[in-house]
C-alpha cells in the first residue's frame, strides 16, 4: 500500500542511504544519507541549483559547447550565462574570470565532457577548485555517465578531490538504469541544503513513492553495481562496432569522446557538410544531431539507445554517405 | 524494459488519453488527450503554470485564506499576491478588481475551498468565468479533491462550464489514490500549452515511465472509478466518526466543510484558544495546523489519512480538551 501521506522532500531515507553509499564506493564522494536529495533525473537538479542559487542576473560559467537542456535551465532562471571554451581536456579554467567578474558558479561534465566527451585531468579539476576557494563560488558537477569508461577507470569526482565544501554533485540513474525512470540526485553544500528543499516542495512535493521504495533494495542487494558492469561490457561493444562501420571513413571523420559515455563526436574534415549526413539518419529517431564545435562542424552520435544490429547497419549508412560527401 | 530513452514531456499518449477519458467521465471538461499535460502532482502543475505564464512583479488573485504550498509557488516566480476573502460560497469573486488593477490570473479551489471547505456555487463560477472573459485573464482551477463529495454530487468543474479557454485546470491522483505517487495533471488552453511542456522539459523532462504505464490501464479498466466509489464511502464513514465524536462540544466547536473532501476547518468558538489543543495533538503526525479565519480561529482536521479507529480515539482526546478549555 502506498503511503496515505505525502513524503519528505528530500526523499526515503533508506534511498538516501543507498545512493551515499554508492556514491562513496563508485565515485569517492564522502557523503551521508543526509546530504542526498532525491531529485527528478538530473535535469531537475540543475533546476533546482538554479532555483536556490540564482538571482536574475547573475552570471554562470558555462561548457562552450555544452548541454543544451541545463543551458535552458539556468537561463529560466534569469541566469547570464559565460561561455568557457572547452578543449582536450574539458573546459578550459584558465578562462574563467576571476575577482569582481568572476561567476557565481560554473557549471561542468568533468567526467565526460558534453557532448565532445573529454575527461577533465586531476590537475585542471584541482585548478577549477582552487578557482572556486579564491573566488568564493561553487562548482557544479554533472557526473551523468561517469561510470561508463572504457579505456581507463573513472577519475574521483570532483565532489570527491573538494574538501571545502565547493562542488554541487547531480547524478542520475537515467544513464545506468533508464532515463524514463527519472531519478537522479543532488548532493550540495550543507549551506544550501534547507533552499534546495525548498524548491522541491513547490516543483514536485518530492520523488515518487513506488520508485523510491524499488531502488535501495536493487542498489544494496548489489544489482546496480552488476548491472554497471554488465552494461559496460555491453556498451564496449557497441563503441567497438561504431568504431568499425566508422573506420573506412577515418581520413575525413574522427572519432572524440568515445572513451567514455554512451555518445561521441564525430569530427568532420572542413570539407564535408554534416547536414545532409544527418538527414540521411534513416528516420527521426537515428538522426544525429549537428554540432559545430570549436569551428569543426560534427555530428553527435548517441549509441547507448541503440542495439548493436542498428548501430552496424545505421554506421554503415552514414560512412557511406559521408565518403560520398568527401568524393562530392 | 523501460524505454532507453526520454519520453514526451507531456507524458504517455495513453496515459493522458486515459485522463481526458476520466475528466470528461467525471468531472464535464471536454478535452482529449492533446490537451492533458502529466504533472508530478498538482503542486508542479502550479509551479509549471508560474513558470509559464508570470513575469516577476505580476499580480495574481489569491484565496485568503488559501493553500500555503502554492502561494509559495507563485511568490517563487516573484508573483505579487492579491488576497481576494474568502466566505461560505468561496473566493468572493466580486472583490477581484477589474481593470488596470486586475489580477493576470486567479488561483481557486472551487470544489472544496482550501483550506475553508466552501463549495463555490454555479452562479459565482459564472461571474468568475465572467470577470476573466471580461479582464482577458485567466482562471486556474485547482481541483484536488472534487470527487470526494458526500451531500451533493460533485458541480461541473469551472474548465467545463468555460467556453472562452479562460481556465487552467489542474487534478492530481493524491487524493484519489496517494500523495505519494506525486502524479497529476494539467489542462491549458491551447496558447499555453507550448511554454508549459517547454517548462516541464526543464523541470524534470517528463513524468516517470513505469508509472505512466501503469496508470492508463487502472484508469481505463474501470479501476480508478470503482476506487473511487468504495473510498467515497469509506470517508463518509470516517466523516461520520469525526463529526458523532465531535458533537458533545458543537456549541464551541462547529465543523465547516465536512460535506466534501478529505478534511475539516473546525472553527473554534473566540474564547477557545487553538494553540494548546493543536499540541494536544498525540504526536506530530496527527497535531492539526492552527488557522484563523476570517478573525475566527480554529483547526484543520485532516483525516483522509487515518483509520476509523483512530479518528474515534483523536476526536476523544480533541473534544475533551476542548470542553476543558471552553470551561477554564
Not at 559515455?261 to 527521426?284: C, N, Q, Y
Request: charged fraction near 25%.
Amino acid at each position: 500500500m502506498p503511503p496515505s501521506d505525502y513524503g519528505a522532500p528530500a526523499g526515503d531515507p533508506e534511498l538516501r542511504e543507498a545512493i551515499a553509499g554508492y556514491l562513496r564506493r563508485w565515485r569517492g564522494v564522502a557523503c551521508g544519507a543526509g546530504d542526498v536529495v532525491v531529485t527528478a533525473g538530473a535535469i531537475q537538479a540543475v533546476d533546482l541549483i538554479a532555483r536556490a542559487i540564482i538571482e536574475p542576473g547573475d552570471t554562470v560559467g558555462f561548457e562552450e559547447p555544452g548541454y543544451p537542456l541545463a543551458r535552458q535551465a539556468l537561463q529560466a532562471r534569469g541566469a547570464k550565462l559565460l561561455p568557457v571554451q572547452v578543449n582536450h581536456d574539458g573546459m578550459q579554467v584558465d578562462l574563467i574570470p576571476s575577482g569582481p567578474g568572476a561567476p557565481i558558479f560554473v557549471y561542468v561534465t568533468p567526467s565526460h565532457q558534453y557532448p565532445l566527451g573529454a575527461r577533465m585531468p586531476v590537475g585542471r579539476r584541482m585548478a577549477l577548485l582552487e578557482w572556486a576557494r579564491a573566488n568564493d563560488a561553487l562548482v557544479v558537477e554533472d557526473d551523468y555517465d561517469s561510470v561508463f569508461r572504457f579505456d581507463a577507470p573513472p577519475l574521483q569526482a570532483l565532489a570527491g578531490l573538494d574538501d571545502g565544501g565547493r562542488v554541487a554533485y547531480i547524478g542520475t540513474f537515467s544513464k545506468v538504469l533508464s532515463p524514463a525512470l527519472r531519478v537522479g540526485y543532488l548532493v550540495v553544500p550543507p549551506p544550501l541544503r534547507e533552499r534546495v528543499e525548498h524548491f522541491k516542495r513547490i516543483s514536485d512535493f518530492h520523488a515518487s513513492w513506488p520508485l523510491q521504495r524499488a531502488l535501495p533494495a536493487f542498489v544494496r542487494e548489489g544489482h546496480l553495481e552488476r548491472h554497471i558492469r554488465r552494461m559496460r561490457r555491453h556498451c564496449g561493444d557497441k563503441r567497438q562496432a561504431l568504431s568499425a562501420t566508422l573506420a573506412p571513413v577515418s581520413d575525413v571523420a574522427r572519432p572524440r569522446g568515445l572513451e567514455a559515455g554512451l555518445h561521441e563526436f564525430l569530427e568532420l574534415d572542413a570539407t564535408v557538410d554534416p547536414v545532409p549526413l544527418s538527414r540521411a539518419g534513416r528516420d527521426r529517431q537515428h538522426r544525429p544531431p549537428v554540432l559545430h564545435a570549436r569551428q569543426r562542424p560534427g555530428l553527435l552520435l548517441g549509441y547507448g539507445g541503440l542495439t548493436i544490429d542498428e548501430i552496424n547497419a545505421g554506421g554503415r549508412v552514414l560512412a557511406a554517405t559521408i565518403r560520398a560527401a568527401a568524393a562530392g
